[in-house]
Nanobody, 127 residues
Framework: QVQLVESGGGMVQAGDSLRLSCAAS????????MAWFRQAPGKEREFVAA????????NYADSVKSRFTISRDDDKKTVYLQMNDLKPEDTGVYYC????????????????????WGQGTQVTVSS
């Protein structure tokens, strides 16, 4: 079955950087759109970034644009989230998600469109 394993979270100070990784198995990775969502304490899970199965299209939440970069390595079956200039409001559990799509499908930002999820990795940013 599909398995997604996130890593790279931790405790950092405002202005620091982190790179999250999500290693996938049990799927033909190149046929999946990949995304990152996050959930802060007491809040709903929210979209952070997504990348098309082709790697050519990406999309970001307004709150992370110009600070975060999503990328993928199909040979390694891994998706990354480079997070720069972290802010306390970036604190939360970050989840990797995968969605099997045809090549022409648009890139979805909707949580409910992704049916494969990792267990999450904690990111804590102190001021």
């Amino acid at each position: 079955q599909v398995q997604l394993v996130e890593s790279g979270g931790g405790m950092v100070q405002a202005g620091d950087s982190l790179r999250l990784s999500c290693a996938a198995s049990g799927l033909t990775f190149s046929r999946y759109a990949m995304a990152w969502f996050r959930q802060a304490p007491g809040k709903e899970r929210e979209f952070v970034a997504a990348i098309h199965r082709s790697g050519r299209n990406t999309n970001y939440a307004d709150s992370v644009k110009s600070r975060f970069t999503i990328s993928r390595d199909d040979d390694k079956k891994t998706v990354y989230l480079q997070m720069n200039d972290l802010k306390p409001e970036d604190t939360g559990v970050y989840y990797c998600a995968a969605r099997h799509v045809i090549l022409s499908a648009p890139l979805s930002l909707q949580l409910t469109d992704y049916n494969n999820w990792g267990q999450g990795t904690q990111v804590t940013v102190s001021s």
